[in-house]
Structure formats: C-alpha cells, structure tokens
C-alpha cells in the first residue's frame, strides 16, 4: 500500500510539474479553450470574393479617385462622388479616407475647445495604446494613424484563438473583448476580400436589421499606403449586378 502511495505521489508530481511547464509556455491556454468553446467564429477568416465579369452595356466612371463599371443611365450625384437610379431606389458612393488628416482635424477641433467629445476612442472599452500593444504581441504592427478604422479587418481576418495562448495580463483581457466583437461582427456582416491591381478590398455585406443584405461596402486599402482608404457603398436589391460593380473595381 505504501508503495502504492509512493507511485501515485511519483505520478501526480509528474503531472503538476507538466501542468506547471504548460501553463508557463502557454499562459492563455485557459482562454484558449474559453473562446474555441464559446465563439463560433473565432477561427474564421475572410474568403475570397469571387469576381464576375461586368455586363458590356455597363457604364464607366470615375469617383473620388475609384474607377468602376456601373449602369450608364445612373446619374452623378451632387457630390460628384456618387451615382443613382432614376428611381433613387439604387445608388453608390465613394469616400475617400486620410487618417492622418482626419486625426489631426480632430486635434484641431479639440484644441479650439470643442464642446463635443472628439477622442475617437472614447468608445472603447481599452486605450488606444493597450490596442497597439496587444496587435503588436501578436504580430500585428498598427499604422501610425487609423487603428480604430481598421481593426474591424484586423479582428476578421488576421485574429484566431490560438494568438491568446502566449498572453499574459492586459493583452489576454484585449484578445477576449477582440474575440467578442468578432463574433458579433460575423453574424451582422458577411465579408469577402479582393487582391486587386495596387490594392487589398474587403467586401461587406451589411445583415444589419432594416438592410435585407441589399447594402454593401467595399473598403479599399492601396499598397504601401497606411493613410488612405477608399470606401464604396452601394445600395440596390439586384445583387448580380452588385457584383459586377465590385468586380469592376480600380484605383484611378
């Protein structure tokens, strides 16, 4: 019996120092398991957007700097940075984003005492700088400006499970409420990417309550360019030809 002891204490020890080795390797194993277990998505990443070819009797435009194919009878928009239907039931915008001057607007507006709040990330639960810490850790390096409007493509396509296993302290707490917005974002928009000619393209279809799927945006990332983006949205229930348009896609 005593022998017995002596083996089952040999045995056990040898099981807590393996724990012991385990959990100093891998000190986010314990979440690891919480998300695989709790999120569905959290090892997804963005599929590929099947391109289709545009219809010949579609138009050729030019907006804010994107070049696309889209019906020759929609008309520009006041802006000149959009189209529409006769019927103002379809339309399309495109937006083009500088994070470096967006920021420093805002630091602008805040310096002359703006009495709203303009600290983009006020609507966060971490800091801008736990952010880039825990992107960083997991060998994600942030751009010097527009974090925030990008995290949304970091955290579909770049951000699994198995990143929290060598996270310790704050960026373990970043990587659950990363892994929660992740799993929420899967089920309010089906996403897509596109390697084009110069740039990356991630395709959203919006779910949202109210949008049917007959919404979608595709944000435009140029090559060796982390301050501009371009953003096309389009409105229109005939999703083929929501998919030539998208398909045709060029920067100018």
Known sequence: MKKALTIGGAVLGVLLAAALVIFIFFPGLPTYLKVKHKYEHIDDRVA??????????LGSFTLNGVKLKAPADWEPNTTGHGL???SEKSSLLVIKNDYQSYEKTLSDLEALGSEYDLDPWSGYKYTEEDYRHFYST????????????????YMRDDVTAKDCLRLRGKDRKVFL??????EESAKLENMWKI????FLAYVGQIMYP?????TWTVNIFPD?????????TVKCSDEALIKQIISSIELE
Not at 177 to 182: G, L, P, T, Y
């Open 210 to 214: 109210g949008f049917d799927g007959n």
């Open 84 to 86: 529409r239907s006769s």
């Open 195 to 198: 390697k084009g000619s110069g």
């Open 48 to 57: 590929e957007f099947k391109t289709v070819s545009a219809d010949a009797d």
């Open 138 to 153: 997991i060998g994600i390096e942030p751009p010097q400006y527009g974090l925030n409007l990008r995290m949304l493509w």
């Open 224 to 232: 060796g360019n982390e301050n501009e983006h371009y953003t096309v």
């Open 177 to 182: 409420e990363v892994a929660e917005s992740k």
